[in-house]
């Protein structure tokens, strides 16, 4: 079974910019979330999609921003980068059968913002 | 006050050794514990998962859970170079959906 996968695995960017990552989730997985781990800070929860709906974000700027696809990969958007956004950016799927809500992440991109 | 904490260490112990890794927290609405192995430049890997108080074995590896005093341990029996990552505590809410990180632990096994 293929796990979640992430693209791209690094992105560069400049103040400013738009950033766009995309994740596939395992199969039958119908929950995408996004965390973003920044160095020393741990995981952060950015946002979570199940069903083609945003049904939940954290404590992070409108500027964060994603969507669900009918097949539900998801995409996160980032705009007007900043230098602080320069970190790793998670994504989770979850099946609709989990009974502890576990997650399972896929390898990451790493977003440096210049 | 975060509601998670974890030492991030780093902590290193020799091949075969027993480690012991720690997370504490606040909310008293958690109720599902897993841990998570992190590799250098990795996604994270669920290790293990559990809900009641009480131990739960996989392996090498043993999950503790004391709800009376919001402490949750991983146990790693005979340590092998390979275990040698960062590992992730996390926990979650009945009803909540994401979950909620400790800064991990860098644990380094020395042959």
């Known amino acids: 079974e293929a796990g979640v996968t992430q693209s791209p695995t690094h992105l560069i960017k400049t103040r400013g910019q738009q950033a766009t990552l995309r994740c596939s989730p395992i199969?039958?997985?119908?929950?995408v979330y996004w965390y973003q781990q920044a160095l020393g800070l741990g995981l952060q929860f950015l946002l979570w999609y199940d069903e083609g709906e945003e049904r939940n974000r954290g404590n992070f700027p409108p500027r964060f921003s994603g969507r669900q696809f009918p097949n539900y990969s998801s995409e996160l958007n980032v705009n007007a980068l900043e230098l602080e956004d320069s970190a790793l950016y998670l994504c989770?799927?979850?099946?609709?059968?989990?009974?502890?809500?576990?997650?399972?992440f896929g390898p990451g991109t790493r977003l440096t913002v210049l | 006050q975060k509601e998670v904490e974890q030492d991030p260490g780093p902590l290193s112990v020799p091949e075969g050794a027993i480690v012991s890794l720690n997370c504490t927290y606040s909310n008293s609405a958690f109720q599902y514990f897993m841990w998570y192995r992190q590799y250098s430049r990795k996604g994270p890997e669920l290790l293990m998962y559990t809900y009641s108080s009480g131990n739960k074995e996989d392996g090498r590896f043993t999950a503790q859970v004391d709800k009376s005093s919001k402490y949750i341990s991983l146990f790693i029996r005979d340590s092998q170079p390979s275990d040698s990552a960062t590992y992730l505590c996390?926990?979650?809410?009945?009803?909540?959906?994401?979950?909620?990180f400790g800064t991990g632990t860098r644990l380094t096994v020395i042959p």
């Open positions: 989770a799927s979850r099946s609709l059968a989990a009974i502890y809500n576990e997650q399972f």
């Open positions: 996390a926990m979650t809410k009945t009803g909540a959906n994401n979950l909620f």
């Open positions: 199969s039958g997985h119908t929950s």
